[in-house]
């Protein structure tokens, strides 16, 4: 559920977008315990309970602002780059290791790929995986 304020967007839940496949529609579906607040040209903040886990779910508090480094792919590597500008339902990330078009992220896309975000840790197993490839 979305709420729109004079200059907030608060996400209650976070969900993909609906899609329509050879004339059916299908529902997006909600990424759970993901909340976001979003203050368009300055900061997002992520927030909430992260299901995915084995024993139980975990707690995350992020907040992002622009300049700030996030992830937006991962295939054998993680990548990440800079936060150029922030909207109300998008987050552009420059792409500097490709040099292509910078990329945009969805606030569903960006919530599932950053709730752990630590950059160090990534650089350490890009390293190892880089080693193997």
């Known amino acids: 559920m979305k709420k729109q304020f004079d200059d907030k967007v608060i996400y209650d839940e976070i969900k993909q977008k609906d899609s329509i496949f050879q004339g059916h529609k299908f529902e997006g579906t909600v990424l759970k315990g993901h909340k976001a607040i979003v203050m368009p040209s300055h900061y997002i903040r992520i927030y909430g309970q992260e299901w995915n886990r084995i024993n139980a779910p975990v707690e995350f508090?992020?907040?992002f602002n622009i300049?700030?480094?996030?992830?937006?792919?991962?295939?054998?590597?993680?990548?990440?780059?800079k936060i150029l500008a922030i909207g109300p339902q998008t987050i552009t990330v420059e792409?500097?290791?490709?040099?292509?078009?910078p990329c945009r992220l969805s606030i569903e896309e960006f919530s599932?790929?950053?709730?752990?975000?630590?950059?160090?840790?990534?650089?350490?197993?890009?390293?190892?995986?880089?080693?193997c490839i």
């Open 67 to 81: 300049g700030d480094m996030c992830e937006y792919d991962s295939y054998n590597l993680i990548y990440i780059g």
């Open 95 to 101: 792409r500097k290791d490709t040099g292509r078009k």
């Open 112 to 131: 599932y790929k950053n709730w752990d975000f630590d950059a160090v840790k990534i650089a350490k197993e890009n390293h190892a995986t880089s080693m």
């Open 61 to 63: 508090d992020r907040t």
